[in-house]
């Protein structure tokens, strides 16, 4: 294991402390495939090569069945990518902006590096499963928040 006072920078998630938990117990992994990582070659090397790179979801259920918000995040050491339901998209440079308060997901600058986080995500990042209006002879089209607002006068 580490030395006291060792520092690891690599990106890990919460996800990562069961299977973590079950190594060290020396626990067999459950029959079903785990969405986090043991962090046990961290814990006895903090430079070992891995993986730097967290992927996050989100569903909100709204309506029954099919009707759902789907949010998709990417964090790898410099830059966060997210994509929710509706197509809408935030690019972050975590170096420059480490508060993210500017979203570049617009910037033709970063037009690669936001195409590198797209093909990171487990699923293919384009407008899926959004809230759908439920107002007869309204379009199939995903109903932002501040639309639902707009229609309804609430949240």
């Not at 099919?66 to 998709?72: C, E, I, K, P, Q």
């Amino acid at each position: 294991m580490t030395k006291p006072h060792q520092v690891c920078n690599q990106l890990v998630t919460l996800l990562d402390i069961y299977p973590t938990l079950l190594e060290l117990c020396g626990l067999p992994n459950p029959p079903q495939p785990l969405n986090g990582k043991s962090l046990v070659p961290l814990l006895k090397d903090p430079n070992h090569e891995w993986d730097n790179k967290v992927v996050s979801g989100y569903t909100l259920k709204e309506g029954g069945a099919g009707a759902s918000d789907v949010y998709l995040c990417v964090r790898t050491k410099d830059y966060r990518y997210t994509n929710y339901g509706d197509g809408t998209e935030e690019f972050y440079d975590c170096t420059k902006d480490p508060h993210e308060w500017t979203n570049l997901a617009g910037n033709p600058e970063y037009k690669q590096r936001i195409e590198q986080h797209k093909a990171m995500l487990p699923i293919p990042a384009t407008p899926m499963g959004s809230k759908k209006s439920s107002k007869k002879g309204d379009d199939d089209q995903p109903q932002k928040k501040s639309d639902k607002k707009e229609k309804t006068g609430k949240e």
